[in-house]
């Protein structure tokens, strides 16, 4: 499937900005199931400096700078990205086996997949999320199938209200009021894995959404999206690099607790993945720092993502 997406945040500020810098990750990444194909950023006011540079996630992540005063910021991401349906691909280790695997030996041969079985900034170790996924997580299941329940329950029990919460509110107040949005819902995944001792990490992208029938697309009217990958030590298959372009001996496979999808390296062609990391703090779309007056500030983002 060809997608292009657009996505522009527009800041306001008050008084002006003198001056800023910025980290971006809005360039999708290329993965055996996705390749992308064109990729622009542009800025205004325009930037007196622009690169970029990879993380250590293996994300594209630009800076750039601002050396004006300024009471407005438009930043515009524009890619164009093809993807495909992701394989068929199974796992048979059990939940056991794989937290097992990934117990600390001293003198054992580093993972990659183990920096992501720690808790990070916005996904604490809190008894509420093991027991959460207790019911799901059992010992002698297979991880691939617990992930799957674990991912139409938090779907089931969950209403998505995008009033319910903000970017900083913690994954515990989400799973006690059962309510969030996406950033929310992966949050709490991740924290029922990794409680577990499962190695488990953060995707941002976009979500090809459909119009109602007779409706046409609405412009800017999509949105970021997120969700969640889980290790699974004893899959193979053809993905020899996951997205950071790191050498794997097993396979991710994603799994989208809002929309109770999965598939392995992506939960469909219909996704877009632009970075991974622990969680959302490691991803975010735009962040920077204001020198001299933005003391008061208004956001607005539109995103559209459609098929060409």
Known sequence: MLLRITHQTRYGYTPAVQHAQHMAWLQPVSTPWQQLL????????????????TDVFGNQRCHFSIEQPHEALTVTARSLVQTAAPPIRFSHATCAQV???????????????????????YVAR???????????????????????????????????????????????????QRCGVCQDFAHIMLACLRG??????????????????????????????????????DAHGEQALDAGGI????????????NNRFGWGTPGEDYVTVAIGRDFGDVTPLRGVLHGGGHGHTLDVGVTVEPV
């Open 99 to 121: 937290r097992e695997q990934f117990a600390y030996r001293a003198g054992q041969q580093f993972s990659q997949a183990a920096e992501f079985l720690y808790p990070s900034p």
């Open 247 to 258: 050498q794997q001996h097993g396979l991710w496979c994603d799994f989208d607790p809002t």
């Open 196 to 233: 577990l001792g499962l190695p488990a990490r953060y995707v941002s992208g976009y979500l090809l959404t459909q119009p109602p029938p007779g409706q046409p697309r609405l412009i800017g009217a999509d949105a970021s999206h997120a969700w969640v990958s889980v290790f699974l030590p």
């Open 126 to 176: 809190e008894p509420a999320f093991v027991d959460y996924a207790a019911p799901s997580l059992s010992p002698d299941r297979c991880l691939f199938e617990a992930c799957i329940e674990l991912t139409a329950r938090i779907h089931a029990d969950f209403r998505y209200d995008p009033h319910s919460t903000d970017l900083h509110t913690p994954a515990l107040t989400a799973l006690e």
């Open 38 to 53: 064109d990729f622009q950023l542009q800025a205004d006011p325009a930037p007196a400096s622009m690169d970029t540079s």
